[in-house]
Structures are given as structure tokens and as C-alpha cells.
């Protein structure tokens, strides 16, 4: 699998937008975004996206296990995906499609609707 190269504007506006979501759902808090925004800038995330069958709702990782809660692998890939959803609607393309240009082969669905995590958060 190819390295992901990141538009600085678009990975930016990613990250806030995980941070955002971070804020109004109360899933996590905004540290670990922000280490998972970190993470992600090393080049590292992708392979152990995985070893660990990372989706932006789970992750096989002792982390998420032991705690129970959001792992840097899930919200980097959070940014991720945010990011090259960016991309191609920037491009008028597929996020698909911006990978397939990267050389990525990760899936870009993002899975449950955020607002609906937030409601379920909520009750």
C-alpha cells in the first residue's frame, strides 16, 4: 500500500472537523484527536490500520479494548477519509477515485452518520 500524501488545508480542515465532532458527540475528547491527527502525520497509521481492522467506529487494538472508547487508529482514520472526501469533491471526482490516483487501497465509507451517534450519545 502507497503512502498517503496530504493536502496541508485539507488535512487541516479535517482534523478540526474531528475535533468539532469530538466536542458535540462527547464519544472522546479532543486530546486524543489531536494525537490521532499526530499519528497520522507520521506515515504510521495506515499499516496499523490493518493489523488492527480499523474502521472509524472500531478497532481490534488493546486500546480500544482496554478502554473502551475512540483509539487514535479510529480517528485517524476519521481524518483521514474527511480529508480525501475534501479532496475529491475539491478535484470532482470519487473519494474512490483520489485513492485510486494515491495508489490507496483503503475504504473511504465513513459509516454511521455522526449526528446519529450524537442523538444515540445524548439518551
Not at 6 to 21: Q, V
Not at 55 to 84: A, E, F, W, Y
Not at 103 to 113: K, P, V
Request: include cysteine; proline fraction near 3%.
Amino acid at each position: 500500500m502507497g503512502k498517503a500524501h496530504y493536502n496541508p488545508s485539507a488535512l487541516m480542515s479535517a482534523y478540526n472537523y474531528a475535533r468539532h465532532w469530538a466536542k458535540r458527540t462527547g464519544l472522546t475528547d479532543t486530546s486524543r484527536v489531536d494525537r490521532a491527527f499526530g499519528y497520522l502525520q507520521t506515515g504510521e497509521a495506515m499499516g496499523k490500520w490493518r493489523e488492527y481492522n480499523t474502521t472509524v467506529r472500531d478497532c481490534n487494538c488493546p486500546d480500544r479494548r482496554v478502554r473502551g472508547n475512540r483509539c487514535k487508529h479510529s480517528l485517524s482514520k476519521m481524518i483521514h477519509i474527511k480529508h480525501q472526501q475534501l479532496m475529491a469533491e475539491f478535484l470532482e471526482i470519487t473519494p474512490e477515485e483520489f485513492n485510486e490516483i494515491q495508489g490507496l487501497d483503503i475504504d473511504n465509507s465513513f459509516g454511521a452518520d455522526p449526528r446519529k451517534e450524537e442523538a444515540h450519545a445524548s439518551n
